[in-house]
């Protein structure tokens, strides 16, 4: 039954202890008797509950010639044709990815016990342990591994059947986020490009002009950088939704592309001139702000950046931007590369949230007011003239 650590992807692990030279002993671990590939040793600094030892045996696996048996009707055996299956091939590359972090380790834990298994009741127990052990310290990993798991069943019994039902179903979740109030100011913005050296500036500048999303940042290149009657735009296909992107090049935005260097490519580099990753984007805006409040916390700078802003809360600060500009809802959703319906759903949410916003407001208020009084005064002459007639 499932629960055993040892358990590995379709064959049993083997593992060998060897005494070194020193007196000190040292485990090894590889993919399948025989196999000659060691995946992991007991000096790597992460043990079998880490998703580093899954995705290391998934490598080892992958490159072997000779591939291990799959035994059929194996949890692992129909893994194995999701992965293959059309359902599982048109999503997008990120989406597989992520999928696979989550296939792999329920791979790990259940590929040896037949798929019948989750026809039982008792398997939404050991499933829900399983979810727990792994993920218990985060609600949000938490919950995608149950959303993943319910996503291949359901494939199980629709499309594949191998079984004809199972009771991973209505999963409560337990990660709820509303974002909508995390709008960075302008001020803070500044405080960030005041912290920021010229390579980690651009990266700021792509986030909050452009609105671009983490894993976008890094992907820009000159090709992207189109003429436009009247200026230029950025336009490109977001990673995680494939739909069309189209942002004014604004004058910040135009000193990035135009301090690019001579035979450089990418728009926006990693701070050492490699491809910048998403995680690597975000963290420097985490450092900025922590760098910036340190000085905070020393004396040295008056006012916080709020600790509980990220750096993906930056799409929503250009969205508002755009919105304070007067741009319609297609305009926003597509310079933000949303769909009607989210562009609309997002900007009632955030647009109460800007405090400039409010103060716009006040300004018509009171132009209005001017014009009426104006019109009521015209109205007035008028009215004498009318009557001394």
């Given at each position: 039954?499932?629960?055993n650590?040892?358990?590995?992807r379709i064959?049993g692990?083997?593992r060998?202890?060897?005494?070194l030279?020193?007196?000190t002993t040292?485990?090894y671990?590889y993919?399948?008797r025989?196999?000659?590939?060691?995946?992991?040793n007991?000096?790597?600094?992460?043990?079998?509950?880490?998703?580093?030892?899954?995705?290391?045996?998934?490598?080892?696996?992958?490159?072997?010639?000779?591939?291990?048996?799959?035994?059929?009707?194996?949890?692992?055996?129909v893994?194995?044709r999701?992965?293959?299956?059309?359902?599982?091939?048109?999503?997008?590359?990120?989406?597989?990815?992520?999928?696979?972090?989550?296939?792999?380790?329920?791979?790990?834990e259940?590929g040896?016990?037949?798929?019948s298994?989750f026809e039982?009741?008792?398997?939404?127990g050991?499933?829900?342990?399983?979810?727990?052990g792994?993920?218990?310290?985060?609600?949000?990993?938490y919950?995608?591994?149950?959303?993943?798991?319910?996503?291949?069943l359901?494939?199980?019994?629709?499309?594949?059947?191998?079984?004809?039902?199972h009771?991973?179903?209505?999963?409560?979740k337990?990660?709820?986020?509303?974002?909508?109030?995390?709008?960075?100011l302008p001020v803070?913005?500044?405080?960030?490009?005041?912290?920021?050296?010229?390579?980690?500036?651009?990266?700021?500048?792509?986030?909050?002009e452009?609105?671009?999303a983490?894993?976008?940042v890094?992907?820009?290149?000159?090709?992207?950088?189109q003429?436009?009657?009247?200026?230029?735009?950025?336009?490109?296909?977001r990673?995680?939704?494939?739909?069309?992107v189209?942002?004014?090049?604004?004058?910040a935005?135009?000193?990035l592309?135009?301090?690019?260097?001579?035979?450089?490519?990418?728009?926006?580099?990693?701070?050492?001139g490699?491809?910048?990753?998403?995680?690597?984007?975000?963290?420097?805006?985490r450092?900025?702000?922590?760098?910036?409040?340190?000085?905070?916390?020393?004396?040295?700078?008056?006012?916080?950046?709020?600790?509980?802003?990220?750096?993906?809360?930056?799409?929503?600060?250009?969205a508002?931007?755009?919105?304070?500009?007067?741009?319609?809802?297609?305009?926003?959703?597509?310079?933000m590369?949303?769909?009607?319906?989210?562009?609309?759903?997002?900007?009632?949410?955030?647009?109460?949230?800007?405090?400039?916003?409010?103060?716009?407001?006040?300004?018509?208020l009171?132009?209005?007011?001017?014009?009426?009084?104006?019109?009521?005064?015209?109205?007035?002459?008028?009215?004498?003239?009318?009557?001394?007639?």
């Amino acid at each position: 039954m499932p629960g055993n650590e040892n358990k590995t992807r379709i064959v049993g692990v083997h593992r060998v202890t060897k005494k070194l030279a020193d007196g000190t002993t040292r485990k090894y671990h590889y993919v399948f008797r025989g196999s000659g590939t060691c995946f992991w040793n007991s000096n790597q600094g992460f043990d079998e509950s880490d998703p580093r030892y899954v995705t290391a045996y998934d490598v080892a696996l992958r490159g072997l010639k000779v591939k291990p048996k799959v035994v059929e009707n194996s949890t692992a055996s129909v893994l194995e044709r999701y992965r293959e299956s059309r359902e599982f091939r048109k999503l997008k590359p990120r989406t597989q990815k992520d999928y696979n972090q989550f296939l792999n380790a329920f791979e790990v834990e259940f590929g040896e016990d037949p798929i019948s298994l989750f026809e039982e009741a008792e398997s939404l127990g050991e499933i829900r342990k399983w979810r727990s052990g792994k993920w218990g310290h985060s609600n949000k990993r938490y919950d995608y591994a149950g959303t993943v798991v319910t996503t291949f069943l359901n494939w199980c019994v629709n499309k594949d059947a191998a079984i004809k039902f199972h009771y991973h179903k209505g999963q409560e979740k337990l990660y709820k986020s509303d974002r909508s109030d995390m709008i960075w100011l302008p001020v803070e913005i500044r405080m960030l490009l005041a912290q920021a050296t010229p390579e980690e500036r651009r990266i700021v500048i792509a986030f909050s002009e452009g609105g671009l999303a983490p894993q976008d940042v890094g992907l820009l290149r000159r090709q992207h950088v189109q003429r436009t009657p009247e200026g230029r735009r950025l336009f490109f296909r977001r990673q995680k939704t494939n739909n069309p992107v189209s942002i004014p090049v604004t004058d910040a935005l135009g000193e990035l592309i135009d301090a690019m260097p001579d035979g450089q490519d990418l728009l926006v580099t990693s701070l050492t001139g490699l491809r910048l990753t998403s995680e690597r984007a975000s963290q420097v805006v985490r450092d900025l702000k922590d760098r910036h409040n340190a000085k905070v916390e020393a004396g040295d700078l008056p006012e916080r950046i709020r600790d509980e802003l990220r750096p993906y809360d930056l799409r929503g600060t250009a969205a508002t931007a755009l919105l304070r500009a007067g741009c319609s809802l297609n305009e926003i959703a597509v310079c933000m590369g949303w769909g009607l319906r989210h562009a609309a759903n997002v900007i009632e949410r955030y647009a109460a949230q800007v405090p400039e916003v409010t103060d716009e407001v006040h300004r018509k208020l009171k132009k209005a007011k001017k014009q009426a009084a104006k019109a009521e005064r015209k109205a007035r002459k008028m009215a004498a003239k009318r009557g001394g007639a």
